[in-house]
């Protein structure tokens, strides 16, 4: 257990540091919005180019895993779904416990973890979470929270709403150094020294500067909120999505259709232990539960101490 918290404490610690900092001072608020916003713009971008334009296509797309991760994103969100409906909760706080049920804090939280644990992996996962997560489990949420809101206000059409989701995730830089790294291995391009050493010097501010701005933006959040939604959103979050994403693995593997080497069933299972993306307080703002987010990704955060170790302490 020793050696599981050698790899846990420091991250969690850096995170703390980014809370204190913010909590005492001198950083504010508004610092870990820029810090958050530079690392999105920027450092994480840079890290992902860096790291997956010097690999070939078998090492960064494993459809095994992608495959995997889909189905028990989707076996989560549907899970959640089902339990919001039967406990009577309305549309937008049961779009809002879909949208967080499943999708994890790869970017910020994730990446730095593999980085310690799997780093030769690290990329390949981050990069392949990423896209599981834009192309499928985020966009669903969206469009559940799209279609609640349509019920309150102006009806919006099914193709201008998928349209506008489409084009938030295209536009994010996070997922343009994705696909610019995609693009170069599959054209076979090797980039310029100069363009490798400028993208991974930047890239290699992501992970501490993402730990920062995960514990400084904790200070502060909105905890009003219903606090019973809040913890069944964690619950699955942490405990659930895991599990079916285990047996997600272990049926897949039962019927001959997926092989998972032992780096990347770790990096699959870290990923599900993972608490909810950090955005989800935004979206949370917009649907007018705020609150409600920001519970959630509050006990998420601290318990995912809890969830990431014990999962470490089996896996390693």
Do not use: W
């Not at 909590?23 to 690392?39: C, V, Y």
């Not at 890290?47 to 797309?61: D, T, Y």
């Not at 709403?161 to 696909?179: E, K, N």
């Amino acid at each position: 257990m020793l050696a599981v918290l050698s790899i846990t404490f420091p991250i969690f610690a850096v995170i703390a540091v980014g809370y204190l900092v913010v909590r005492i001072g001198p950083l504010t608020s508004q610092t870990m919005k820029a810090l958050g916003d530079f690392t999105m713009l920027v450092t994480l971008p840079c890290a992902l180019f860096s790291a997956l334009a010097s690999r070939n296509f078998s090492e960064v797309v494993n459809l095994n895993y992608l495959l995997t991760l889909a189905v028990a994103g989707l076996a989560t969100q549907g899970a959640m779904a089902l339990i919001v409906r039967l406990t009577g909760t309305g549309p937008k706080r049961r779009a809002l416990a879909v949208l967080g049920s499943a999708t994890p804090n790869t970017a910020f939280l994730g990446f730095p973890i593999f980085l310690m644990i799997i780093p030769d992996h690290a990329a390949a996962i981050v990069a392949m979470n990423l896209l599981i997560e834009n192309i499928i489990l985020t966009p669903l949420g969206l469009t559940l929270l799209g279609r609640a809101a349509a019920e309150d206000g102006a009806p919006v059409s099914r193709l201008r709403l998928i349209r506008s989701i489409f084009l938030s995730v295209i536009r994010r830089p996070l997922i343009i150094g994705l696909l610019a790294g995609f693009a170069v291995v599959l054209l076979g391009i090797t980039p310029p020294s100069e363009i490798m050493r400028f993208t991974g010097m930047l890239g290699q501010a992501a992970s501490p500067v993402a730990l920062v701005v995960i514990g400084g933006s904790l200070f502060g959040l909105n905890l009003r909120g219903d606090l019973s939604l809040a913890s069944l959103i964690t619950a699955v979050k942490l405990l659930l999505h895991p599990a079916l994403t285990i047996a997600a693995l272990a049926g897949l593997s039962s019927l001959g259709l997926v092989h998972l080497g032992p780096e990347l069933t770790i990096g699959l299972i870290l990923t599900t232990c993972l608490p909810m993306f950090a955005v989800f307080v935004l979206f949370g703002q917009e649907a007018g539960h705020e609150g409600l987010a920001s519970l959630s990704v509050m006990l998420s955060t601290v318990l995912s101490f809890v969830t990431l170790n014990i999962a470490l302490a089996l896996l390693l």
